[in-house]
């Protein structure tokens, strides 16, 4: 079993930044790679950036290439989306997931624990 709290979310003005952490506990050796997808109101679940937890190889979507930036400190089992040049499109709820076998990572279907998401909202 893998636990995972979200935190860092909040309100912030379109252009400006937040960084989301999360943090991984239980048996995070057996992770493959972590990631972050976002829902807004009313739409699908979507992914947003991925990273594989021992070699650090990350993958964003594109609608964030470039303005998010992912990262881990295995160390301290956390994992981290820094989300620069922020707009309102970006408003949503920020999940953090784990996969193990390393499968699919650009869809849900590809993890396997999930955090209770953190809200971010982006004003015009």
């Known amino acids: 079993q893998v636990q995972l709290v979200e935190s860092g979310g909040g309100l912030v003005q379109a252009g400006g930044s937040l960084r989301l952490s999360c943090a991984a506990s239980?048996?995070?050796?057996?992770?493959?790679?972590m990631g972050w997808f976002r829902q807004a109101p009313g739409k699908e679940r979507e992914f947003v950036a991925g990273i594989t937890w021992s070699g650090g190889y990350t993958f964003y979507a594109d609608s964030v290439k470039g303005r998010f930036t992912i990262s881990r400190d295995n160390a301290k089992r956390t994992m981290y989306l820094q989300m620069n040049s922020l707009k309102p499109e970006d408003t949503a709820v920020y999940y953090c997931?784990?996969?193990?076998?390393?499968?699919?990572?650009?869809?849900?279907?590809?993890?396997?624990?999930w955090g209770q998401g953190t809200q971010v909202t982006v004003s015009s």
């Open positions: 997931a784990a996969s193990l076998f390393g499968r699919r990572l650009r869809g849900a279907e590809g993890y396997d624990y």
């Open positions: 239980g048996s995070t050796d057996s992770m493959y790679a």
